[in-house]
């Protein structure tokens, strides 16, 4: 269902997605972050897009290693080592798979969900991008369960994460730089999660 | 020697807290991973593990970090490597760096600096017993 081509276009649409929208990412993360979060995933998507002619012969657990190790080296900010510890565990739990069904693909999204909260020593409700992923992670796996094509379930799961980023708009942030904004960090939305909606988005799209 | 290294977001500020350390230990060596390749605000994976490399003697490394992204990366830098010869420190960036570069020129081992770190985090700027 998602083989090696598929997981390579995956990937461009997300770089393209992180281009058009970093902007609009590095405003929210002005208001309550050190304001580089869409510029640093864009800088880091476009080192993954040049990577990735040589990794799109490669099974599915290489590229997606390939992609978290570009992004841990050129992102920069905080984004980087957990969007590369996310995509790196999910490419360790689909090690020498070449094509996989729906079941691997929720199995390989929630190694990297436990990869960022290991990573980042958080937990969902700590306003951060955990509060996007592990919602559409639930949707995911529940609509799986109800027998739900791949597609559909990942269209439930985009509409959990954009129910957890509008959630984050009104809770403190307890994990991050905007941490120390305390309840000024209200009425705001994680970037963080904002980011990780659109790559569940572009991740759809191209199911 | 145990190697130190500094890890910031800001280049200026990790050459000024080893410019701080070196004055007390001009024997330690010391290295500066701040920012990004471009200059810019950051931390960058690369600039850490070369860092590590240069100041291994053989006897280990210790890291030092301001915040965020710098932990983070940092850990995927000791994941990176062999992790027994490099550590993380737990300290306030300025005083860990003094307390570890002394150390680390008296010829402290590694696992006794890490061990000793956390006086760094004990030491009162203004009188604690007032």
Redo the contacts between chains.
């Keep these: 269902m998602i083989d090696n081509k598929k997981m390579v276009e995956i990937m461009q649409a997300i770089a393209k997605r992180m281009e058009k929208e970093k902007e609009f990412l590095t405003e929210l993360d002005n208001a309550i972050g050190?304001g580089?979060h869409g510029i640093?995933l864009a800088r880091g998507f476009a080192a993954v897009e040049q990577k990735l002619p040589q990794l799109a012969d490669k099974d599915l657990g290489a590229i997606l290693k390939g992609v978290g190790m570009a992004l841990?080296?050129n992102?920069?900010?905080?984004?980087?080592?957990?969007y590369?510890?996310a995509f790196m565990k999910a490419g360790g739990a689909l090690k020498g798979e070449t094509d996989i069904d729906a079941e691997k693909f929720a199995a390989a999204f929630e190694a990297g969900v436990d990869g960022i909260k290991m990573?980042?020593k958080a937990h969902e409700g700590e306003k951060t991008m955990l509060d996007a992923q592990c919602p559409a992670l639930k949707a995911l796996k529940e609509a799986l369960a109800a027998g739900k094509d791949l597609k559909t379930a990942m269209g439930e799961a985009v509409a959990a994460a954009k129910d957890g980023v509008a959630y984050t708009k009104t809770i403190i942030a307890t994990k991050?730089?905007a941490s120390y904004l305390g309840e000024r960090s209200i009425g705001h939305e994680d970037p963080g999660a904002m980011s990780s909606l659109m790559m569940l988005e572009e991740i759809t799209r191209v199911l | 020697m145990v190697g130190i290294v500094i890890v910031s977001h800001s280049k200026k500020l990790a050459e000024g807290v080893v410019e701080i350390a070196r004055m007390m230990a001009a024997e330690a060596p010391l290295a500066a991973a701040g920012g990004?390749d471009d200059g810019?605000?950051?931390?960058?994976?690369?600039r850490i593990a070369a860092a590590v490399e240069e100041v291994d003697q053989g006897d280990g490394v210790g890291v030092l970090m301001d915040m965020?992204?710098a932990v983070?990366?940092t850990?995927?830098v000791c994941e990176a490597l062999d992790e027994t010869r490099i550590r993380m420190l737990d300290a306030p960036l300025v005083e860990g760096a003094v307390l570890a570069a002394v150390e680390a020129q008296m010829g402290t081992s590694l696992d006794d600096i890490a061990a000793k770190i956390g006086e760094a985090r004990e030491v009162h700027k203004i009188a604690a017993d007032a």
């Design positions: 050190d580089d640093n841990v080296s992102v920069g900010g905080a984004s980087g080592p957990l590369g510890t990573r980042g991050g730089r | 990004l810019g605000l950051g931390t960058s994976f690369e965020g992204s983070m990366t850990e995927m």
